[in-house]
């Protein structure tokens, strides 16, 4: 199956600072690739997701760029908030992309 | 709100006994998947079924088992439970087709005593 590593494990950063969480995969065959943002207590929600047709996207202060030769992904968080502060989580498909791996999550603390 | 309902929102229990989880996917989704959450742990795979079939199996021990029934919804038993068990249980559901959002529900607390 699918080998999802993400880093680091945590991070704290400044207020305004800019925020990189990266991931690296095993299967090439892998073409979808979604970072799901976590707030204590709460369920995993989707924030921003890349398909291997571009190799970067962009939503507002977040952005996730992908490398499929070198078959890893990063979580871009610019401007960074304290409402900011949760754990991410990338993930990636299985070969029939009808399951999804997850990284072990990164906690990010925004430091006002 | 996903559209996702999982049922209870808290369970406590004692060792040995049995629990069921319960999942609503968002309507029209397909797929259903359970993951775990320990305290601190990131989330583990446990099983996937798409549209009543079992489709994928991660780390699922023998003493849980999951069905999918003909309207869709799932359920996740869980049995002769030990105090590691304690976790937070998630479904998640996704539409048809491969490489889709996958939503997720809010969850069940687990706690065995």
């Known amino acids: 199956g699918e080998n999802v590593e993400q880093h680091p494990s945590t991070l704290s950063v400044q207020e305004g600072d800019s925020a990189v969480i990266k991931c690296t995969y095993s299967?090439?065959?892998?073409?979808?690739f979604p970072w799901y943002k976590q707030e204590l207590g709460k369920r995993p929600q989707l924030i921003i997701d890349?398909?291997?047709?571009?190799g970067e996207k962009k939503d507002q202060r977040i952005a996730v760029t992908l490398n499929k030769t070198a078959k890893h992904f990063s979580l871009h968080i610019t401007e960074t908030q304290p409402e900011d502060s949760a754990v991410y989580f990338c993930?990636?498909?299985?070969?029939?992309?009808?399951?999804?791996?997850f990284g072990t999550g990164t906690s990010l603390t925004v430091i006002p | 709100d996903s559209g996702v309902t999982q049922t209870p929102k808290h369970l406590i229990t004692a060792t040995g006994q049995r629990v069921t989880l319960r999942c609503s996917p968002r309507s029209g989704d397909l797929s259903v998947y359970w993951y775990q959450q320990s305290l601190d742990q990131g989330l583990q795979f446990l099983i996937q079924y798409y549209n009543g079939e079992e489709r994928a199996k991660g780390n699922i021990l023998e003493r849980f088992s999951a069905q999918q029934f003909p309207d869709l919804h799932s359920e996740l038993n869980l049995s002769s439970l030990e105090l590691g068990d304690s976790a937070l249980y998630f479904c998640?559901?996704?539409?048809?087709?491969?490489?889709?959002?996958?939503?997720f529900g809010q969850g069940t607390r687990l706690t065995v005593v």
């Open positions: 890349i398909r291997s047709n571009v």
């Open positions: 299967d090439s065959a892998s073409n979808y």
């Open positions: 998640a559901s996704s539409g048809q087709g491969a490489w889709t959002e996958a939503f």
């Open positions: 993930a990636a498909p299985s070969n029939t992309g009808n399951q999804f791996y």
